[in-house]
């Protein structure tokens, strides 16, 4: 064997009815060696998603989202985690470890993105919050996920991430970072990250302050929860 056909082309002819029909002489192949290191993957523990797409995951998250941002933590914390029980999907985990994250317990929420890493290998954002709960607990930073956020630069998709881990290691002047964002997510995140370097240098009221705002950044999409902004 040397693949396993995953899709099959599809051609949509034009019209007030577009129809579509398969292209038979174009399939899509899953090269065999992929479906060997997932099995590997499998077999060492890792989490993979099934597959199985759930039309319901948006309106389940925004459901979560208003109830967290009702102040009721825990109960959309529970909400999240008994929905990413009946299908496991990509959304679903991350939501997750963000409300384990907003709730306080890291444990839960290094699970949830070793998850997303496992599922994703390219999640970047995972690698930034693993990277973000060891600084907050003291943990050592010679982990994988921190070593590749931290070799990020102009030419990789984790060029932000690491910006952000740079600027929590203070590698980048805080004042500078808070004046050099260029969207409300950045905004969002760099916010935040400020807050928590703050908050270390025992400067509360600044931090409260950079946080605040953070949270109370323009959110871009409805049910998202990839941001401090997002999530809370």
């Known amino acids: 064997m040397i693949g396993i056909v995953s899709a099959v082309a599809m051609d949509f002819s034009q019209g007030l009815v577009p129809m579509?029909?398969?292209?038979?002489?174009?399939?899509?192949?899953?090269?065999?060696?992929?479906?060997?290191?997932?099995?590997?993957?499998?077999?060492?523990?890792?989490?993979?998603?099934?597959?199985?797409?759930?039309?319901?995951?948006?309106?389940?998250?925004?459901?979560?989202?208003?109830?967290?941002?009702?102040?009721?933590?825990?109960?959309?914390?529970?909400?999240?985690?008994?929905?990413?029980?009946?299908?496991?999907?990509?959304?679903?985990?991350?939501?997750?470890?963000?409300?384990?994250?907003?709730?306080g317990d890291a444990h839960g929420a290094r699970q949830r993105f070793l998850q997303s890493l496992s599922m994703d290998p390219e999640d970047y954002?995972?690698?930034?919050?693993?990277?973000?709960?060891?600084?907050?607990?003291?943990?050592?930073?010679?982990?994988?996920?921190?070593?590749?956020?931290?070799?990020?630069?102009?030419?990789?998709?984790a060029e932000f991430q690491g910006y952000l881990l740079q600027v929590l290691e203070g590698k980048v002047d805080l004042q500078a970072a808070l004046d050099a964002w260029t969207s409300s997510s950045e905004k969002s995140w760099i916010h935040y990250i400020g807050g928590l370097v703050r908050l270390r240098q025992a400067n509360a009221a600044e931090a409260e302050k950079l946080i605040e705002q953070a949270v109370l950044s323009p959110i871009p999409t409805a049910g998202n929860f990839t941001g401090p902004g997002q999530a809370g």
């Not at 590997?40 to 925004?62: H, M, P």
């Not at 907050?136 to 930073?141: F, K, M």
């Open 125 to 157: 954002q995972a690698r930034l919050m693993l990277a973000l709960i060891d600084w907050l607990s003291g943990s050592p930073n010679g982990k994988p996920y921190y070593q590749d956020l931290a070799a990020a630069d102009w030419r990789s998709p």
């Open 20 to 103: 579509a029909t398969p292209v038979w002489d174009i399939g899509l192949i899953l090269p065999i060696t992929g479906a060997v290191q997932l099995l590997r993957d499998l077999k060492a523990g890792q989490t993979k998603w099934n597959g199985v797409i759930d039309f319901s995951t948006e309106a389940s998250l925004a459901k979560i989202r208003e109830t967290a941002a009702q102040g009721r933590w825990v109960e959309a914390m529970a909400a999240v985690d008994e929905k990413l029980g009946r299908n496991p999907q990509p959304l679903m985990v991350t939501a997750s470890g963000m409300l384990h994250f907003c709730n």
